[in-house]
């Protein structure tokens, strides 16, 4: 049989998100709904780096932007081994200075945060929303529970290789030095996850962003 390359891997899994979005929508909560929402729309938004920045009609300063993104990316998979794909290699400008938001909650007076599980990235410390008011409207209901929250917007997240994840707008408002490091920190997660094991899965990325 012959390989399948990453573009066509990557439209086969896009199959999937509006049947995740179905059952997400038909089940008792939306929670999942919007996950997978948001996620499509993001994907759908994608353009590849290489023609926004050979098109002269796009903003000069994000050219430039994107140059130094991508001479990162390249780095990335040439010296440091990380997947070779197309993920950040593509952009999108989702018009919003975060792409989600992460809500986070704990007992009172306790500094122990509540766990959510998740098929592939089994159990986190949070859970993320696309929307700014959907995370607040969960933490208002939280509270009202008696526990502690606080929401947080992320610039970026990994996929774990099931997506070509984009650079995104929220990334640059980095410096140059510090999204070459997220890029790296992002791949990295693609490399290397292990479901539930938070604090290594950040270590691990960490370290490879720092030697990077």
Same mark, same amino acid.
């Given at each position: 049989?012959?390989?399948?390359? *990453? ?15 179905? /059952? ?14 948001? +996620? ?11 023609? @926004? @920045? *050979? ?8 050219? +430039?932007?994107? /140059? ?10 040439? *010296?440091? $081994?990380? #997947? ?16 989600? !938001? ?8 306790? /500094?122990? #945060? ?22 607040? $409207? ?12 606080? /929401? ?9 290789? !099931?997506?070509?994840? #984009? ?13 070459? *490091?997220? @890029? ?6 693609? +490399?290397?996850?292990?479901? $539930? ?16």
């Amino acid at each position: 049989m012959p390989k399948l390359n *990453a573009a066509l891997i990557d439209r086969l899994r896009l199959c999937w998100v509006p049947l995740l979005l179905a /059952v997400g929508l038909n089940g008792c909560s939306t929670y999942y709904g919007q996950l997978a929402l948001g +996620q499509l729309e993001l994907l759908r938004q994608r353009q590849p780096v290489e023609a @926004i @920045i *050979a098109d002269p009609s796009q903003d000069t300063a994000l050219r +430039q932007r994107l /140059v130094q993104a991508l001479q990162a990316r390249e780095f990335a998979s040439q *010296a440091l $081994g990380l #997947p070779d794909n197309d993920s950040y290699r593509l952009y999108a400008d989702l018009q919003r200075p975060y792409v989600v !938001w992460n809500l986070f909650a704990t007992e009172e007076f306790s /500094v122990e #945060p509540l766990q959510h599980c998740f098929p592939v990235a089994g159990c986190v410390a949070y859970r993320g929303y696309y929307r700014q008011g959907a995370a607040r $409207g969960a933490a208002a209901r939280l509270r009202l529970q008696g526990l502690d929250t606080h /929401v947080a917007g992320v610039e970026a997240y990994s996929t774990l290789g !099931w997506f070509d994840d #984009p650079l995104l707008n929220t990334m640059l408002r980095r410096n140059d030095e510090q999204l070459a *490091a997220l @890029i790296f920190h992002e791949l990295a997660h693609q +490399q290397l996850y292990l479901p $539930g094991d938070t604090a290594f899965n950040e270590s691990y990325a960490s370290f490879v962003e720092r030697e990077g």
